[in-house]
């Protein structure tokens, strides 16, 4: 289901509609399982879902890009021309901003690009660091008719001072500097900065120029320094094209992420045909660099996600899969209102292909790596169906234990949530939780990935829910060191809300968990020995000392994509 390839695939770049294709360029280095000679490579697609090959866009082919075509982005001109922005780093390893146009305009896969011969296109102001000055936005264009641009910077002593520099020009060829949009003075390297419209009401998206009544702006970035994307909500300020953040305490840089896993480097689009604004992000490796080499692979793209403000909030994003990732749903299973008492863990379904006895009270299983005070198994769905559980689609809900939240937003505590989820993983036993599922999962639970919900109770705050994805058992393999993070942060949750929901799409390795709707998303990536193929299950489980109700949850079997070149 993820766009991914051999060798070193990097970060998204220039996603855009033109003439009924889908394009995703993505950096890409032909030699090696490492990063170096980055390149662009390009795929198509009818439905963001299916791609297909066309090879190298930009190689580094010139002087200003020897050492590696950066990151950037494609804009549409107004006579309906796209065009690339991206960053070159030159044989001085020095980052310059520079232009490609296509050949042939009226090919709609847009195979052949041309650079400008007039590269490189805009000048970095003085006293800027030339190797910390890349990844041009997407371009757009105010009532005065001059074309506004972005690109990643720092200032500052030790470079802490992350920044996006805005840029205008008439031509779309010279482009000259004007100010800061914004700055945060802690966050340092300001990567591939983003900045979108979105509605106060409403789901549809709105392509880059839109200002005005009814519309706020999502200013997001990529840090450099912890390899996470952060974003905050507020309004573009076109008078003086700045930025300002609706809650200071959450700005840009310090606040709130996209994704509290393996997602970095992201980049959005406008989709004109559906009328929404579709997210890629690069999901990253858990395993060293001396792994991925002996894999021979590393990296993939995320499956593309519509975003838009949440109505309820309007101070945060609401992420969910693209509807077109429903099309390669199969078989399913599905089962209503079981109750899991603390220490109890029950398989959801069977994927052997062969009647499953119903088992109960399995205390002399190995199920020590999970620490539970007391562990009945039983079976809650023995359908007899072939289920590849490699690739699944799985959507659980359970009731809302009777506790209220806090007052305290959840934006505002963000941060602290990641690290909550690190010390409080699926064998740490609380009130109410850890409960949710375990995917990828072995028979006697040596390995597994287990994602959850947690309840925890400060004075402060008051009841709060976390949702982690803990990686540490997800592999026994020695021959491996992956990273065994449990990942995750707080989700809001409404005291009219009866419901806690999750959504996962478990593809080989790649894990992306949806909680409540999609507020707050988490990816990683793990490497299971055994748990792989027929072998793979995926139980319910709940750790917590008080019962939990799972008021549904299904599980779908999605088909194969096969990724092949343009033409097959």
């Not at 297909?52 to 990151?71: E, H, I, M, P, V």
């Not at 009532?143 to 992350?162: K, P, T």
Request: aromatic share 12%.
């Amino acid at each position: 289901m993820n766009v991914g390839s051999y060798l070193w695939i990097w970060r998204s770049e220039g996603p855009v509609y033109y003439k009924g294709y889908y394009h995703l360029f993505y950096q890409y280095n032909p030699f090696a399982a490492i990063p170096g000679n980055i390149e662009w490579h390009h795929v198509v697609s009818k439905d963001l879902i299916r791609w297909k090959f066309l090879g190298a866009t930009l190689k580094r082919d010139q002087w200003y890009d020897a050492n590696g075509c950066f990151s950037g982005s494609i804009t549409i001109l107004d006579d309906g021309t796209p065009v690339i922005l991206y960053t070159g780093n030159s044989f001085e390893n020095k980052q310059v901003q520079a232009r490609a146009d296509p050949e042939d305009p009226s090919d709609p896969l847009l195979r052949k690009w041309v650079k400008a011969p007039y590269n490189p296109i805009a000048p970095i102001p003085p006293g800027y660091n030339s190797s910390q000055f890349r990844d041009p936005t997407e371009a757009w264009r105010l009532s005065d008719g001059m074309w506004r641009m972005l690109v990643g910077a720092n200032a500052g002593e030790g470079g802490l001072i992350g920044t996006a520099l805005l840029y205008k020009s008439t031509d779309f060829q010279t482009w000259n500097f004007s100010n800061r949009l914004h700055e945060n003075p802690t966050t340092g390297m300001w990567e591939c900065p983003d900045l979108f419209p979105v509605r106060i009401k409403g789901r549809k998206g709105l392509n880059a120029s839109a200002v005005g009544k009814g519309v706020l702006h999502v200013l997001k970035v990529s840090l450099d320094l912890n390899k996470h994307d952060y974003y905050s909500v507020g309004n573009y300020l076109t008078e003086t094209d700045t930025y300002k953040p609706l809650i200071a305490e959450i700005d840009t840089g310090i606040g709130l992420r996209y994704d509290y896993g393996k997602y970095y480097a992201s980049k959005t689009f406008f989709d004109p045909i559906r009328q929404r604004r579709i997210v890629y992000g690069w999901t990253n490796e858990s395993t060293s660099t001396m792994d991925d080499v002996a894999k021979g692979w590393a990296g993939l793209q995320s499956i593309p996600r519509i975003v838009y403000l949440d109505q309820r909030a309007n101070t945060s994003l609401i992420q969910w899969p693209i509807e077109e990732v429903q099309t390669l749903r199969r078989k399913k299973i599905t089962v209503k209102d079981v109750n899991l008492e603390g220490g109890e863990v029950a398989r959801l379904m069977d994927v052997s292909g062969v009647q499953v006895l119903v088992v109960s009270n399995l205390r002399e299983m190995p199920f020590t790596s999970l620490k539970f005070e007391r562990m009945s198994f039983f079976l809650v769905a023995n359908h007899v169906a072939l289920f590849r559980s490699l690739q699944l689609d799985i959507e659980v809900a359970f009731k809302i234990p009777d506790v209220k939240q806090g007052s305290t937003p959840t934006e505002l505590i963000a941060e602290s949530g990641p690290s909550i989820c690190s010390q409080k993983g699926a064998s740490m036993r609380g009130m109410y939780g850890p409960f949710g599922l375990l995917v990828l999962a072995s028979n006697d639970l040596t390995e597994q990935t287990a994602v959850y919900f947690y309840f925890v109770f400060t004075k402060k705050d008051g009841w709060k829910t976390l949702v982690c994805s803990d990686q540490s058992r997800s592999t026994v393999s020695m021959n491996l060191t992956p990273d065994k993070t449990t990942y995750g942060s707080y989700v809001r949750v409404y005291d009219d809300e009866k419901l806690l929901k999750l959504r996962l799409l478990v593809d080989h390795s790649v894990v992306e968990t949806f909680a409540q709707g999609g507020r707050t998303v988490i990816t990683t990536r793990v490497y299971p020995k055994f748990a792989q193929s027929k072998n793979a299950r995926v139980f319910l489980f709940n750790n917590g000392s008080e019962t939990v109700n799972v008021d549904s949850a299904t599980v779908w079997n999605m088909a194969t994509v096969r990724f092949v070149d343009f033409g097959q």
